[in-house]
């Protein structure tokens, strides 16, 4: 048990943008409302998933619909607060603590908002290990906790509880609610046991977001490589292995908003002795990196687009022609990467036709 | 209290597809379910609303979404049943009676389905009075009792529980929920007290169903005009005056659906001594008929288009080039014709730019 400080917060801005793989959204609002919380004098407390009574109940929130939109409505805090409560006052029972479903993005910073407001403590993990565009991409659905009840809030109060047949149509069921909210709602679900976050979860994926931030940060401050000393600092995780995998110049970017989705691609141009172009595909986050046909890197490991100058990461809609960059990929840890994971959030999950191959073979 | 005879249905199915004004769905798919039930050897008990206790719970149900859906994926009836019993579940309380808010069309079957496979009587009243496309046009929502908590279900068990601050909003959420389930869904709404039933309810509206059926059937069997004798038994009804407003042929008709809705207009020219073209505008329902620009009967006054021959009401999707047809207008009730209520389900609410002015003065 621990309690956040305004920088591990600023820390885990960066690091959640890095876990964001492109997507997931801008931590920054998310900072913003924790900020003004301890500015407030609340606090966050976060517990290890080890710390959790097996018989305690774990509620999990989280932002959902566009980034996009919620930087135009800005949400008070109050809205997950209260999808947190309707999820109690439906199962009968109060919450022992709250806990990200995503640690990649906004939503590694929402349930910091809620554990904020309400005084609960927030678990160190989450379902994704990463940002993934939907919600049945979840650690905790592939290992049998249901993501229903859910619940879906918006800042009228306006809400629906959805019991669905199973996770990707509460997913379908979810979005169409979430769209006609607006396209961003708040939403508590896979609400759990303590022993199911141990036995479900990706453990200490909020911590690692801290220290990716505190490595690249520290690395500046003492004029190291952030990059080297982000590569360096990975194997005393569960994320144990990342290389640089490309570095170069931006040279074409195609995005549309299709189906809710950001798709399209990125061209990167090989330069300082990469050859040839790294294309880049994209579905929000960054799914596939392929130089010349082949592959470099496939869902779930983590395909992250760096500043080369600062070392910052990209997200999507930032991608700009010129852009100098170096792509870096990280194995995600063992958890994410079984048959039944690699179904939900594998490549197939994403509609790709090419098995996954660990990043570890395909350096 | 009395028990429904499969005469009973047979009428009301007739009756029914009158009240709908063109719109409500074809009642027969309900009918079939309601009289396989009677095989079965259920029953289907019908309340007078004077007979409810005050106290006691009253749960509507109806189908929603788009009856040319429900041909093609024929509902069971425990669909309906599930959304009232999830309702119950969420309330903590059982209900005594269910009861359509829907009278026109296919809704003024489902409750008896209802009725028939959970032993709950119905009661002999609705919401609409007729038929109309929203969830929010209730003279329930009118007079004060709120639609939320909404419960939607379809064919698989998935369900959502919508609470919203305004039945707009509630019919906006249900639709956006409804419409990803396949476009057809089974809902459970404005559950009241038998106090509320007897404030906000238009009452007897299914045994005017009946009647209206029986009425027709039995002109025709003793070889009278069915339409004359419609006309002469409704003042003994809330729907106190009737009258032809048209007759002739139809010459033109253009429906598209666009946003969930049959949009369009038939044209009748006037034939036996009316005089012109007659052009009634539909959205699912006839919402205003005009000769020559001037409004003969304008919503929520009923507007029924009936085969000239057999005096058979026909729905909007029947609607065809060629057909003799002969055109009724039926005052609604009191409780239907308020400010309040006009503002809601008027001419206003469909975004017709004419005032409200009742059949008994326009004829």
């Not at 600023?10 to 793989?21: I, K, M």
């Not at 200490?204 to 000393?229: F, M, V, W, Y």
Request: hydrophobic residues 40%.
């Amino acid at each position: 048990m621990w309690q956040m400080t305004r920088q591990d917060l600023r820390d885990l801005a960066v690091g959640a943008a890095f876990l964001g793989t492109g997507g997931g959204g801008d931590p920054y609002i998310g900072r913003l409302m924790v900020q003004a919380a301890m500015d407030a004098g609340k606090t966050v407390t976060l517990l290890d998933p080890s710390e959790v009574p097996d018989d305690a109940l774990v509620i999990p929130t989280a932002m959902m619909g566009a980034p996009t939109v919620l930087i135009e409505k800005i949400p008070s805090g109050e809205e997950a607060v209260a999808s947190l409560r309707r999820l109690e006052e439906f199962l009968g029972r109060k919450a022992y603590a709250t806990m990200p479903i995503e640690c990649g993005g906004i939503n590694s910073t929402m349930p910091l908002v809620v554990g904020a407001l309400t005084g609960l403590p927030v678990v160190d993990a989450d379902g994704m290990g990463r940002a993934f565009p939907e919600l049945q991409m979840e650690t905790f659905s592939v290992l049998g906790v249901p993501g229903s009840p859910m619940v879906v809030t918006n800042e009228y109060g306006d809400n629906t509880i959805i019991q669905a047949r199973d996770d990707k149509f509460m997913e379908w069921l979810s979005r169409g609610v979430c769209i006609r909210m607006g396209g961003a709602a708040y939403i508590a679900e896979y609400s759990m046991s303590g022993a199911d976050v141990k036995r479900t979860a990706v453990p200490n994926t909020i911590s690692l977001g801290i220290r990716i931030g505190r490595c690249l940060r520290e690395a500046k401050q003492n004029h190291k490589n952030p990059i080297d000393e982000l590569l360096k600092m990975l194997p005393d995780t569960h994320y144990s292995y990342g290389r640089i995998i490309w570095g170069g110049k931006v040279i074409d970017v195609r995005r549309e908003t299709k189906m809710g989705w950001a798709l399209g691609y990125a061209q990167i141009e090989g330069m300082d002795g990469w050859r040839g172009t790294m294309e880049i595909q994209i579905q929000n986050e960054n799914l596939i990196a392929r130089v010349d046909g082949k592959v470099k890197a496939i869902v779930p490991d983590l395909i992250c687009i760096m500043e080369a100058e600062t070392a910052e990461p990209i997200t999507t809609e930032y991608l700009r022609y010129g852009q100098r960059v170096v792509v870096v990929s990280v194995a995600v840890p063992p958890i994410m990467r079984t048959p039944e994971a690699l179904e939900v959030f594998g490549p197939k999950g994403f509609g790709i036709d090419e098995p996954y191959t660990p990043i570890e073979k395909l350096v």
